[in-house]
């Protein structure tokens, strides 16, 4: 009846027990405070039946915030295991949890925080960069974002419901395999995979029709905001890279579910094959994350420099190679497993041209600053800690790059510091700058300056305590995924140095999430009363109401050049009456499919069949009767726009 | 936002005509059979009915990729055309990329008959 | 604030490439989504035909295509699709022309191609099953069911949406909703057939040269 669940998956270690409890009481305390303030209608009706992008952006991100909260715990745990467990006889954590750990870490961290904050990001600000209204496919996108919700909050019972997979972010195979991981740890991972991959695929065609098709006049692909440019190459690579990891997960499920001999030990199967493909999809996905943050520090550091961007079609030139070229790299991923030094050398090669694009758009930021006006606000400290972190974290790669020094250092703690330093020094950072730049466009309010600043410091400086330590270490000769060492290696001071590099990036966390809530709690003392942009942003989101109405723009807006709101001369002016403006509906649909998909996704992870083929059978139902409906609107009246754009002149005459 | 159009203008923008059908219908009919029956009867020696059987799919793949799914007469700008190639540029790469490094990987894990060490 | 970007736009009278794309209507947008879409399913269609190119000569110890295959069934398989990707164009057709009865005709009898050319397959499959041979044998049997099978799951999703398409034409008539979807259907399906080219060529010929 239950498949595999037996109330044994319930039980848990210590620590873990302790994370549930608090998970659970979290929990229960949100449904009480919600249900204490009789704020479920207005859930329902404006968050989770919404189709609005600026909405389902905003829940991008407080979901992201969610999940950073275990992957970061999982990091800390780590840490301490590691600084701790120099020959102990009592570990600190077993080593099964160790595994699960470090697993559920690397998979919740890319899939879960840098994926959603990248397509939470692109949802609120994309549609208003081009003048548009929304996205091209606004049903859809509600249902990317609850199959990523999906994935999320599989991992998430994975910690509570029996045991995640041990076998790595990526599960490689054997060990992925059912002879060697019989139990449900693979499962949950490869729907939890499987499920927010084919959201994001989704995403990948819904942003690539929307800046292909619905720019608003004049603006040509040339004219665009370097940011929309960074996503559509972004996206392009979302396009053709995911369908990969949807076919070889699909593949080492049908290894697991039905017997299939793809990448077994044995039968004909070849494990090899999984590692190539994996990363022919993988390599392209740590792209996909870059390319964003790019993107924002392509908009952050001309604003805070009051000077336009310096070659602008260079950097759009750069985009374009660095994502061609992504596809070209893979196998240095594994330059150890056997290929022959042709093989090798040839993609050794391919991955140390990516510098030179790379290259070209430092430049370009920095060329931008130079006789600039530079204000020194966090969004540009954050740029400030990327130049340093992900410049010298990419010069590791150069040197991973050549298969001779990768051979010494491959899965080796240099790694780990190598690809921590590009994911935090450059794609985290990159996000929190944007985050910061364009909080007031979507609230109205400033975050606290002060507060985001001791943050940054924190940031800044916990990372280069947490990381530089792993360099030396995997020089010394330390693998990953160690979950004990004997101390006469002589690597435990360098761990305990990194632990306290954790605990300090841990207060830069904290800092952020307690000036979220105090920016809330103080946010009349720091309303935006400039009408809109009070960076004087040269791009179209600056130039709607903070926040902006439902509707974007009340005039969809004609461009005439780059930088927009710079102009010397703009497009001419002429009054126009209010028209009526037609938005699509919102509905719970999406709502209902993502949530049969976590619930297929738990069920086919313990094998019970009969619940995994309902929901199925609930989602095809749900699509065929949603795709057979007349598309439905709603329409604002001319007269209730008017009545919106006065109010918020009002607002801003009264301030 | 997406407008509404009628219907009238909507089959201005589908562009498959009863020729195109047509011919796209007897040139792949033709270049199936040939191969089937190529193939069946093993007219010509495994080296040359491989390539001739490849080419023969390929170019059944473009006809039908122009005269079914028209490719190309979408108006101006032709992202549909642009995406495929695209698309097409992508597969190969991992395709042919793929191919060369199981094969050389696997000729790497094979056993080798040789008694000496040998380095290639 | 705004103010300043109140304008009053002309439609671009010829667009280029460098320009945006005038055709914002639902039809144009969800014309080209569904290409992208059918965009991604080549990709993930390449990545299976990659795995079938490297694990199809490990047959660890059972037996091959060339043991396996039957050229005729397949080869009825790839009439029966190529006549029902035809037909699907003449539905089509049919609508343009609003021929609305001739149109649920051609589909029906795209419906009927399609459902033999599963029926075939399935066959196939059970065939292969009761001499003993299943996905579990080898990689190259995992391989070719996974590839095949993914296309014949393909196949059944299409004749399901054909069905449904049946459905909403027998109660709405041909509308603006109704031929946009039966457009995106026949994308759907001629794609499909074009896969088959490539499993009937490269897997099955193949596998029997």
Redesign the interface.
């Known amino acids: 009846m239950f498949g595999n669940l037996t109330l044994e998956a319930f039980q848990h270690d210590f620590v873990q027990t302790m994370a549930v409890m608090g998970g659970v009481v979290n929990g229960v305390l949100l449904i009480a405070l919600i249900t204490y303030l009789k704020k479920w209608k207005w859930l329902w009706n404006e968050w989770i039946t919404t189709v609005d992008h600026k909405k389902i952006g905003i829940m991008y991100i407080v979901v992201v915030l969610i999940m950073f909260l275990k992957g970061f715990a999982d990091a800390m745990l780590m840490r301490i295991q590691q600084a701790t467990a120099a020959g102990a006889t009592h570990p600190f954590l077993g080593s099964e949890h160790f595994q699960e750990i470090f697993s559920a870490h690397g998979a919740t961290m890319i899939f879960f925080v840098a994926m959603g904050f990248m397509f939470g990001i692109m949802n609120l600000i994309i549609p208003l960069q081009i003048g548009a209204r929304d996205v091209a496919f606004p049903f859809l996108n509600a249902v990317s974002f609850w199959l990523f919700t999906a994935g999320g909050m599989l991992i998430l019972i994975s910690l509570a419901v029996g045991h995640f997979s041990v076998s790595g972010w990526l599960s490689y195979p054997p060990l992925s395999g059912v002879e060697y991981s019989p139990n449900e740890g693979v499962d949950y991972w490869a729907w939890s995979i499987q499920i927010s991959g084919i959201g994001s695929t989704f995403s990948g065609i819904n942003f690539l029709v929307t800046i292909l098709k619905m720019r608003c006049p004049g603006m040509t692909l040339m004219k665009m905001p370097i940011f929309v440019w960074s996503s559509l190459c972004a996206m392009v690579l979302v396009i053709f890279a995911f369908p990969i990891l949807t076919a070889t997960v699909g593949m080492l499920m049908l290894d697991r579910y039905l017997g299939m001999h793809f990448f077994t030990a044995g039968g004909g199967g070849n494990p090899m094959l999984y590692f190539n493909l994996i990363w022919a999809w993988g390599h392209p996905e740590v792209y996909i994350l870059i390319l964003p943050a790019f993107g924002i520090f392509s908009e952050v550091v001309p604003t805070f420099s009051e000077k336009r961007l310096f070659g602008y079609a260079s950097m759009v030139w750069a985009m374009i190679v660095i994502a061609v070229l992504s596809f070209l790299v893979w196998l240095h991923h594994f330059f150890t497993m056997g290929a022959s030094p042709n093989v090798n050398a040839f993609f050794g090669i391919m991955t140390m041209l990516v510098a030179i694009p790379t290259g070209v758009k430092i430049f370009n930021w920095l060329f931008t600053k130079y006789r600039g006006k530079v204000h020194f606000t966090s969004p540009m400290l954050w740029f400030f800690s990327f130049v340093l972190n992900f410049s010298v974290a990419g010069m590791t790669g150069i040197l991973l790059a050549a298969p001779p020094v990768d051979f010494q250092v491959h899965n080796s703690l240099f790694l780990v510091a190598h690809f921590h330093g590009m994911v935090i020094g450059g794609v985290l950072f990159g996000f929190f700058a944007g985050f910061t730049y364009w909080f007031p466009k979507y609230t109205g309010f400033f975050i606290d300056e002060r507060l985001n600043r001791m943050a940054f410091f924190c940031w800044f400086a916990g990372l280069l305590l947490a990381f530089m330590p792993l360099y030396m270490l995997g020089f010394m000769g330390a693998t990953r995924r160690l979950d004990h060492y004997d101390p006469s290696t002589g690597w435990q001071p360098l761990f305990i140095i990194a632990a306290l590099g954790g605990v300090i990036i841990f207060f830069g966390a904290l800092i952020q999430f307690l000036g979220l809530f105090w920016s809330i709690y103080k946010r009349k003392e720091n309303r935006d009363t400039t009408g809109g942009n009070p960076w004087n942003g040269r791009t179209l989101e600056w130039a709607t109401h903070s926040p902006p109405p439902i509707y974007n723009f009340a005039f969809i807006p004609t461009v005439n050049q780059l930088d927009p709101l710079w102009a010397d001369n703009p497009p001419k002016e002429e009054k126009r009456e209010y028209q009526d403006i037609h938005l699509p509906e919102d509905t719970p649909v999406a709502f209902y499919i993502g949530t049969l998909c976590m619930i297929l996704g738990f069920a086919f992870t313990w094998q019970i069949h009969w619940l995994g083929i309902l929901c199925f059978a609930g989602i095809l139902g749900l699509i065929i009767a949603h795709l057979s409906e007349k598309e439905k609107h709603m329409t604002i009246t001319a007269e209730e726009v008017r009545k919106i754009e006065e109010s918020y002149t009002k607002r801003q005459q009264t301030a | 936002m997406s407008e509404e159009i009628s219907l009238n203008e909507e089959k201005k923008l589908w562009h498959g005509t009863y020729l195109s059908y047509g011919i796209g219908f007897f040139v792949s009919l033709i270049f199936t059979s040939i191969s089937f029956l190529l193939v069946a009867f093993q007219v010509f020696p495994p080296e040359v009915l491989i390539y001739t059987v490849a080419s023969f799919a390929l170019f059944q793949a473009v006809v039908q990729l122009i005269f079914f799914l028209h490719l190309g007469q979408e108006g101006k700008p032709h992202w549909e055309t642009f995406i495929f190639f695209f698309m097409l540029l992508i597969l190969l790469i991992i395709a042919v990329g793929s191919l060369w490094v199981m094969n050389d990987l696997n000729e790497r894990m094979m056993p080798k008959h040789m008694t000496t060490t040998h380095h290639d | 604030?705004?103010?300043?970007?109140?304008?009053?736009?002309t439609?671009?009278p010829h667009?280029?490439?460098?320009?945006?794309?005038p055709?914002?209507?639902?039809?144009?947008?969800r014309?080209?989504?569904f290409?992208?879409?059918l965009?991604?399913?080549?990709?993930?269609f390449?990545?299976?035909?990659?795995?079938y190119?490297?694990?199809h000569t490990?047959?660890?110890g059972g037996p091959s295509g060339k043991d396996l295959f039957e050229?005729?069934l397949a080869?009825g398989e790839?009439?029966a699709l190529?006549f029902s990707?035809?037909t699907c164009?003449?539905a089509?057709?049919a609508a343009?022309h609003q021929r609305l009865r001739a149109s649920l005709v051609w589909l029906g009898v795209t419906i009927t191609l399609g459902l033999s050319f599963l029926t075939m397959e399935l066959w196939e499959f059970h065939h292969f099953y009761s001499m003993g041979h299943s996905?579990?044998?080898?990689?190259?049997?995992?391989?070719f069911?996974?590839l095949v099978g993914t296309h014949g799951l393909h196949i059944t999703f299409g004749l399901?949406w054909a069905g449904?398409m049946v459905g909403?034409l027998l109660y709405h008539g041909?509308?603006?909703?109704t031929?946009?979807?039966l457009?995106l259907f026949?994308?759907f399906w001629?794609?499909l057939?074009?896969i088959w080219?490539?499993i009937?060529?490269?897997v099955y010929?193949?596998g029997?040269?």
């Open positions: 604030m705004t103010d300043s970007l109140i304008v009053h736009h439609p671009e667009p280029d490439t460098g320009r945006p794309d055709h914002q209507d639902y039809f144009s947008m014309f080209i989504g290409w992208v879409y965009m991604t399913d080549c990709i993930l390449t990545t299976l035909f990659i795995t190119a490297v694990l490990n047959t660890f050229l005729k080869f790839t009439m190529l990707s035809v164009g003449l089509v057709l343009v996905w579990r044998e080898s990689a190259f049997l995992s391989s069911f996974t399901t449904v909403q041909l509308t603006v909703d031929f946009r979807r457009v026949s994308l001629h794609f057939d074009l080219i490539f009937f060529t490269f010929l193949m029997v040269i």
